[in-house]
């Protein structure tokens, strides 16, 4: 069984009561944020290595290495291959930084991205203006209805009613 599947099958287990399974995901964000605060303390590094590599270098378990390379992964220069790596899977942590942001922006994971590390990477317009664009990309916008008398939009010449509003 790949590490992720592993993962997956603890992180969403529907038969832990929910204190557990809360403490499980607290513990879990702690861990988390302290890889973070490290990779973004020196942002254009690369860090690469084996699955067990990089979880003895941030101190994780390998299960816990696998969740967080499942969280990265669609923030990274070159995704890994998550689906099926094992422990000796080589993998790298090269991220593409506005779209870390952006994506802990959409995961709704404040205790990332307003880490102070982010400070030393985007002034704060830069980060305002990629929080808004990654906020904005979600809304829906609803144009004009058009009347049933009012021109077609096809350009037809025609009324809405004749044309494509039928």
């Known amino acids: 069984m790949a590490l992720l599947e592993k993962w997956q099958k603890i992180a969403y287990n529907e038969k832990l009561d929910q204190g557990e399974l809360q403490r499980f995901w607290q513990r879990y964000f702690l861990l988390e944020k302290g890889v973070y605060e490290q990779l973004l303390t020196n942002p254009d590094e690369v ?44 993998v790298s942590l090269a991220f593409d930084k506005a779209n870390l942001y952006k994506n802990m922006v959409a995961a709704k994971a404040d205790w990332l991205y307003e880490l102070p590390m982010w400070e030393n990477i985007f002034d704060e317009d830069t980060r305002k203006a990629l929080y808004l664009e990654e906020k904005k990309s ?15 939009p096809c350009g037809s010449g025609k009324k809405y009613k004749h044309c494509c509003g039928r």
Do not use: H, Q, W
């Not at 003895?56 to 689906?83: C, H, Q, R, W």
């Not at 829906?140 to 021109?151: A, L, S, T, Y």
């Open 47 to 90: 860090v690469e290595g084996t699955v067990k590599e990089l979880a003895d270098k941030y101190n994780l378990d390998i299960l816990e290495m696998a969740g967080f390379l499942d969280g990265i992964n669609d923030s990274l220069v070159t995704p890994n291959p998550i689906e099926t790596m094992e422990e000796d899977t080589k």
């Open 138 to 152: 979600g809304t829906v916008i609803v144009g004009k209805k058009v009347g049933r008398n009012e021109p077609c």
